[in-house]
């Protein structure tokens, strides 16, 4: 049985709707309006706002102060954490300092690893795992309990989420495996990689249901919509774990380039409505990366819009 937290996106999904999400990715400077810009271009049409935590391991505005500042709008963030650059201390710190402002969805990561970002010599922490930090949450919300041993009253009520990626290897069944892992520490949702393939999706579904793991835990399917052929190129060549399938660059490169970004949002439009069919998934992850502005035109020809309201 799931534990029942005030998080909304929790409360969406108990409604038997699809819930959507999206996220905001905080600038690489101090400039704070720009998360709130951001998230003001998308706040209509999710609901909930994921911040990304040093993303692609770039420096960036924390994920926590941006979080907090979608708070303070009366909006609802996902706190994304990642394990790389913090240890047990620091993870538990900002776990209770986010709690302390009301912030109760989190989605607990390992992180993209440093050699890949802006640091590339910077130490990686890795002090816990994402299983464990799961493990960790669970344990402070459910029993009032740090690591450490030491026990307080006041606990952060947290909707626990975590990733799951159905295309890395070494094969589909694997992926549920370690999805399995993170639903036997405490997860209760999860949101996906990007999608592109769609049938291996479904068979990553399909495992997960036969397996009962969609009865323990909501999954989203995670959408990036393509702004055009050499974004499509790039994450099928150079992005690890992306499973990019030819017909896709295809069909990007067969249309002038001043209509391809128009034919990205149509692909995601249409990712949408053939997934909703599948069975066990629970709503949709929209990661527009630097286009969160396109994000309201897709919720809407999705027919995802308006969104349910709950108290
Ligand atoms: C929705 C979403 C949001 C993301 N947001 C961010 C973000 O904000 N910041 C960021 O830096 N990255 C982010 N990422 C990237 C993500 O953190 C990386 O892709 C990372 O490699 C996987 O993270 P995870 O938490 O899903 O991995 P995990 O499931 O924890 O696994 C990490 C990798 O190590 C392997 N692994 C871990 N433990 C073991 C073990 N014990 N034995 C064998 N193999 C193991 C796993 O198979 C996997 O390949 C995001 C990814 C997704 C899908």
Redesign the pocket.
């Known amino acids: 049985m799931s534990v029942t937290t005030p998080s909304k996106l929790q409360k969406i999904m108990a409604t038997g709707a699809f819930a959507v999400t999206s996220e905001v990715g905080p600038p690489r400077s101090a400039d704070g309006k720009a998360v709130e810009e951001k998230a003001n271009l998308i706040k209509d049409y999710v609901d909930a706002i994921n911040v990304?935590?040093?993303?692609?391991?770039v420096c960036r505005i924390s994920s926590l102060a941006a979080c907090i500042r979608i708070k303070l709008m009366g909006l609802e963030p996902v706190l994304?954490m990642?394990t790389?650059d913090r240890n047990r201390i620091a993870l538990q710190s900002d776990i209770l300092g986010a709690a302390s402002f009301g912030i109760n969805t989190m989605?607990c990561?390992?992180?993209?690893h440093q050699q890949f970002g802006d640091h590339p010599k910077a130490a990686n922490v890795f002090d816990l795992?994402?299983?464990q930090l799961i493990q960790t949450v669970k344990m402070m919300r459910d029993e009032g309990r740090l690591l450490g041993g030491h026990e307080f009253d006041v606990r952060p009520q947290m909707f626990i989420g975590?990733?799951?990626?159905p295309f890395?290897g070494p094969n589909v069944a694997m992926r549920v495996a370690?999805l399995a892992k993170k639903v036997a520490a405490g997860v209760q949702f999860i949101?996906?990689?990007c999608i592109y393939n769609l049938d291996k999706f479904k068979e990553f579904m399909k495992i997960l249901v036969d397996r009962g793991l969609h009865e323990k835990v909501s999954v989203m399917a995670?959408i990036t919509p393509m702004k055009g052929v050499g974004m499509a190129k790039y994450m099928q060549k150079r992005v690890p774990?992306m499973d990019v399938p030819d017909e896709i660059v295809r069909r990007m490169g067969g249309v002038p380039k001043d209509k391809q970004a128009e034919e990205g949002l149509n692909l995601a439009v249409e990712q949408i409505e053939e997934l909703k069919g599948v069975e066990g998934l629970r709503g949709f992850?929209i990661m527009a990366i630097e286009w969160e502005e396109k994000v309201p035109e897709i919720v809407k020809r999705a027919g995802l819009y308006p969104r349910p309201q709950v108290a």
């Open positions: 990304t935590d040093n993303q692609t391991a994304q990642v790389r989605l990561l390992t992180g993209d795992d994402s299983i975590a990733a799951a990626n890395a370690r949101q996906t990689q995670g774990g992850h």
